[in-house]
């Protein structure tokens, strides 16, 4: 068990690019978040998936972005279009239960994106 | 809008100090979470609280749900520089969805 990968770690694109991010949850994890941190904040949900299925997105989640979980392991995160408003942490997390309020997420170390 | 409400939001002692950290919501919660993260890193889970008034010990810190499932204070005794990092408080207004509050950065000078 390695724990939540994300690739890549650090990534700075120009405006307009767009941008894809992947996350390897814990393997027996069926449940699979997506996070964004801005400075100062503490992580606002993006978007959530039970397997292979996205289940729930925040408005925050605009048309620029999608997610995917294809064969309910690893999933990706694209921005299209990026914006300097898009520079940000993007976390990815795993949970194996359906009640994550008792047992938590793992959090992997995230994807910084700085957009210039 | 649900929202939880850290304080202080920034805090720097001298190591061997104790100190205490808030987070307080007008809304009731099942449970409630603390998680510490360091910087360029994701958040760590440190504990669960669910039943009004339990308290909660991991080593040197103490964590309290409130009596009413609304807040919660993290208290730390004898602070080391290790402890120095992001300590945040996170709540579930549904199953998939975690909000945090804005965190404290806590800075522990040897």
């Known amino acids: 068990d390695t724990g939540v990968s994300q690739d890549p770690r650090h990534k700075i694109t120009k405006r307009g690019q767009n941008v894809t991010f992947r996350c390897d949850p814990i393997s027996e994890h069926n449940r699979l978040y997506w996070y964004r941190q801005t400075l100062g904040q503490g992580p606002e949900f993006l978007t959530y998936f039970q397997n292979e299925a996205q289940l729930e997105k925040s408005r925050l989640l605009s048309d620029r972005f999608s997610a995917e979980r294809p064969k309910g392991s690893f999933s990706t995160l694209e921005i299209q279009r990026t914006e300097q408003g898009d520079s940000a942490m993007y976390l990815c997390?795993?949970?194996?239960?359906?009640?994550?309020?008792?047992?938590?997420?793992?959090f992997g170390s995230g994807t910084r994106l700085t957009v210039v | 809008t649900q929202l939880l409400e850290q304080s202080p939001q920034f805090l720097s002692i001298q190591e061997g100090e104790n100190l205490t950290v808030y987070c307080n919501s007008s809304s009731v919660f099942s449970s409630l979470q603390w998680y510490r993260q360091e910087p360029g890193e994701g958040p760590v889970l440190l504990v669960t609280v669910v039943t009004g008034g339990e308290v909660k010990k991991l080593k040197r810190l103490t964590f309290q749900f409130g009596d009413a499932r609304k807040d919660s204070s993290l208290h730390i005794t004898a602070a080391q520089p290790g402890d120095t990092g992001l300590y945040l408080c996170?709540?579930?207004?549904?199953?998939?969805?975690?909000?945090f509050g804005k965190g404290t950065r806590l800075h522990i000078l040897p």
């Open positions: 996170a709540a579930y207004p549904v199953s998939w969805e975690i909000i």
């Open positions: 997390a795993s949970s194996p239960h359906d009640r994550p309020e008792y047992y938590g997420y793992t």
